[in-house]
């Protein structure tokens, strides 16, 4: 079956401006993560969502930073007023609870 | 704050060779254990997953240990091969109610032909 899958694949943007990144987990993972990677900071863990629990901001860098799961499957993640060390990777996962994350192919965001 | 340690940093061997990946961890209340693979530009892709309850776990030519509470864990790849360059990244799952895998830096291997 289909992994979980991101878009865009890459997304080139301005200081200031916002961006949405969207992720698709695998059919029938009721959780979902979505995590950075950027050099300096390695991978770091960002919001989860599990059914219709409240999610897990804990990982959230700032209020510039929110995230949502429409009708528990797809996610999307919203920067607003991107800064430059905004830029990384965002990787989304999605796991059965307590089972193995399975991570799509990532975003790579670049903020000039 | 659960903390990951990988060593070593990086590994270079000869194809064919047995070889160990060390991982340990700060916070012995996990609920499991992720080993990871990431090649250069891709995403990760999970290698083992090994329950808190669980001593080892093999898949293939890879085996990953857990000793829980000395937080450590390893993985063993044996007969390595040139396809097996990557980065392998170990991730702790604290328990409680947020889910979240806490990364090390990872070992970049590379093996040679």
């Known amino acids: 079956g289909a992994g979980v899958s991101q878009s865009p694949s890459n997304k080139v943007t301005e200081k200031g401006k916002d961006v949405e990144l969207r992720c698709d987990p695998i059919?029938?993972?009721?959780?979902l993560y979505w995590y950075r990677q950027s050099l300096g900071q390695g991978l770091e863990f960002l919001i989860y969502?599990?059914?219709?629990?409240?999610?897990?901001k804990s990982g959230l860098p700032s209020d510039r930073f929110s995230a949502e799961r429409t009708g528990g499957s797809v996610s999307t993640l919203t920067i607003q007023r991107t800064q430059q060390e905004d830029s990384a990777v965002y990787l989304c996962?999605?796991?059965?609870?307590?089972?193995?994350?399975?991570f799509g192919p990532g975003t790579r965001l670049t903020v000039t | 704050k659960q903390e990951v340690t990988q060593i070593p940093a990086a590994l270079s061997v000869p194809e064919g060779e047995n070889l160990v990946l060390n991982c340990s961890f700060t916070?012995?209340?996990?609920?499991?254990l992720q080993w990871f693979r990431q090649d250069p530009g891709k995403g990760l892709t999970s290698l083992l997953l090994?329950?808190?309850?669980?001593r080892e776990q093999t898949s293939g030519r890879l085996n990953a240990s857990l000793d829980k509470s000395s937080g450590r864990s390893t993985l063993y790849i044996a007969a390595s091969q040139p396809g097996d360059s990557a980065t392998y990244l170990c991730?702790?799952?604290?328990?409680?109610?947020?889910?979240?895998?806490?990364f090390g830096s990872g070992t970049q291997l590379t093996v040679l032909p």
């Open positions: 991730a702790p799952e604290l328990s409680g109610s947020a889910r979240q895998l806490t």
């Open positions: 996962a999605s796991s059965f609870p307590a089972r193995e994350q399975y």
């Open positions: 916070d012995s209340a996990i609920y499991n």
């Open positions: 969502f599990q059914g219709n629990s409240a999610p897990d």
């Open positions: 059919s029938g993972h009721t959780a």
């Open positions: 090994i329950q808190s309850s669980q």
